[in-house]
């Protein structure tokens, strides 16, 4: 047998594209990946910042106002504010009970309420309460529920928090005398009548694209269909309609009364009754306008509460002090809360 060549022994060439010098040529060609539009720093800051800034517009508008509105405030009786936080507190236990209500799956309910609470301050940065339930779908997906039953027990939450509302609000309608004042408020026919072509039109869009794009028809039928069978395996079990329907019933009411007691608070000498009217009403009539931080449902608290019978200064201190007690004394512990439970990979 022959030995063999020394050009077989060889060791086999690098190839250009293996060698380390074109390894770090390639990666240093590679272009960095884009980033979303959403993760910019800039973007996040003005979407926070946004509420803040028509809060001060609307400030510098109505500055006389504004200031007497502070100047009560600043003299308020401390231990009805107190009252008003603990009701405050009280809401994220009916809002956490409502979310577990509407969901079949069992859920740690100490992380539950810290997400509610979380919740409140990104509702500052998305409008018609979309902060909420982006945190609350973080919070099931980062404890095993489907995306989809995440979805459909976020829908079953906000159907039976708005009609736990209307009901709550017919009955007081009923109960009251004072519902008589109301129909200064309600628009006239001619303000009502685009209103309703408006709404025409969008439920017959929604409806013709639903019927004629497949692609779009099918991720929404699979999400009711979904949605209906988790609203039936909720309403077999006896106390998780109660947490649902009861946290929903309970939550205008702890909403009202904290609103009550900042209105005790100034003197401002209308009836709990009267002013948890008033708040169910202004928020029922806009409270689906996206507006970030509630600023469309203050207009109208105020101007409900001077309906009734208060003076427009001590009617804004009111909402004022009820918007500072419920959304920005918690802020800041919010967003260190929401903060914590990313880091703890509950969201």
């Given at each position: ?35 979303s ?34 100047r ?36 740690p ?9 979380a ?20 919070f ?22 708005s ?16 519902w ?46 979904s ?35 900042v209105?005790?608070?100034l ?55 009820y ?25």
């Amino acid at each position: 047998m022959s030995s063999p060549s020394p050009s077989s022994l060889s060791p086999l060439p690098l190839s250009p594209a293996s060698s380390p010098a074109a390894v770090s040529l390639t990666r240093a060609a590679t272009p960095p990946r884009p980033t979303s539009f959403m993760a910019g720093r800039p973007v996040r800051l003005a979407l926070c910042l946004a509420p803040l800034l028509l809060a001060c517009g609307w400030a510098l508008a109505n500055r006389p106002v504004v200031y007497d509105g502070f100047r009560r405030l600043v003299v308020a009786d401390p231990w009805w504010l107190l009252a008003g936080g603990g009701f405050t507190c009280l809401n994220w236990v009916a809002a956490s009970c409502a979310r577990q209500g509407a969901l079949p799956d069992r859920v740690p309910p100490g992380p539950l309420l810290a997400s509610q609470f979380a919740a409140g301050a990104a509702n500052h940065a998305l409008p018609a309460g979309l902060g909420a339930h982006a945190v609350t779908a973080r919070f099931l997906r980062a404890h095993g529920v489907p995306l989809d039953r995440a979805t459909a027990s976020i829908g079953l939450y906000s159907l039976a928090k708005s009609s736990a509302k209307t009901v709550v609000l017919v009955v007081f309608l009923a109960a009251s005398p004072a519902w008589r004042r109301l129909g200064e408020l309600v628009p006239d026919g001619r303000l009502l009548v685009p209103l309703a072509a408006v709404a025409g039109g969008a439920l017959a869009i929604a409806g013709v694209l639903l019927t004629v794009v497949r692609p779009l028809r099918r991720p929404v039928s699979g999400l009711l269909r979904s949605a209906l069978a988790d609203a039936r395996e909720v309403h077999t079990q006896p106390w998780r309609v109660a947490a649902l329907w009861g946290g929903a019933v309970a939550m205008p009411l702890l909403q009202g009364t904290t609103l009550a007691c900042v209105s005790a608070s100034l003197g401002l000498g209308l009836p709990w009754a009267h002013v948890v009217l008033a708040y169910l009403a202004a928020g029922t009539a806009v409270g689906a306008v996206p507006a970030p931080g509630g600023l469309a449902v203050d207009a109208a608290l105020v101007w409900t509460l001077v309906t009734f019978g208060s003076s427009p200064a001590p009617a804004t201190a009111t909402v004022i002090g009820y918007r500072v007690l419920t959304d920005w004394v918690p802020l800041l512990p919010g967003t260190l809360t929401m903060s914590a439970l990313i880091r703890a990979k509950a969201l």
